[in-house]
């Protein structure tokens, strides 16, 4: 629901269990509740895309028979799942560039628990245009954080279960060049290309690489992206909004010759779906040019990263519940 200031409190006051998104300057003037937040002015509505302060984006989520919020810093986000329900699911916020962040962007893939439990969720942001932070909010206590994450635990009927999806519009070609990092980093300057050890910023140059197009990662037949943040030819670096990891093959996704036709393309194959959640990335609404822009069934906060258990860029990830 994309609703104002009057309307998100009243559903506050009512008792929902709520996930909310919206500029700093609303969600400080909301009162306690079961809610959490995270900041962005990017949303993309049910009758597309929108850049907002004056209007909040709100899941009720009606389905939850419990909840509690929980706030984690880089020392025990991982331990996240220790607080989840045992048939139930996470939605999770974490401030953009924050070491939490950061923590989690490298860590989560390497947890087994983390996949034990469906969590979902996204970076929180900012106007790009503007000095601001990333802000998330824990409702129960009203407090807002700029360096840790906030969760909402909810528990599910027994009949009930959370199942988590991500729309990925980009995809490889098994003939283009195999890239192999000798590290996980969220910033590189050297790399194998087929073999042969490369500085990145130079072999991106040389070919004529659009940044704008991710490198993908194949994890256990999940096509995961991992977007170019800059890339610097002075210091040779290139840096990502997400981390590589040493022991995996990338390739850059191929070219999208048009964003929205792409999405459409690929929802076609989820209009059944009832999305409680969905996000999608900041990267697709600029490259995309999703100004106006619906991407049905699917509405939700623009973000400056996806979480569908791990962290993801380029994606627009939902949750649904489903009957067992």
Known sequence: MFVNLNEAIQLIQEGKILHIAADESLLKQLPKGKWIAGTTPYFITEQGGI?????LF??????????KTMVYDSSNILDMTKDAYP????????????????HYAKEAPNSNAIFMNPT???ISGYDLSTDSSAKVYDGVTGESY??????????????????????NIFNIDENDAKIEFMQDSLSVTKCL??????ILSDYIAENNIDTRLPLVADYNSVL?????????????TVDFYAPVFSGKEYRFARPVSDYVESFNKHLKGFRDVKPIFSCNCILNYLYGELDDKATPPFAGPVTFGEVAYQLL??????????SN
């Open 51 to 55: 850049t907002c302060k004056d209007k």
């Open 58 to 67: 709100v899941n009720e989520i009606s389905c939850a028979i419990d909840y």
């Open 87 to 102: 048939n139930g699911m996470t939605l999770l916020i974490i401030p953009f560039a924050s070491d939490v962040a950061v």
């Open 120 to 122: 979902i969720g996204w």
């Open 146 to 167: 700029g360096d840790k994450a906030v969760a909402l635990h909810i528990s599910l009927p027994e009949d009930k279960m959370a199942s988590i999806g991500i729309v």
């Open 193 to 198: 290309v087929n073999g042969e050890e490369v």
């Open 224 to 236: 995961v992206n991992v977007s170019i943040k800059s890339v610097s030819e002075e210091n040779k």
């Open 313 to 322: 860029n380029q994606t627009l990830v939902y949750a649904e519940i489903i």
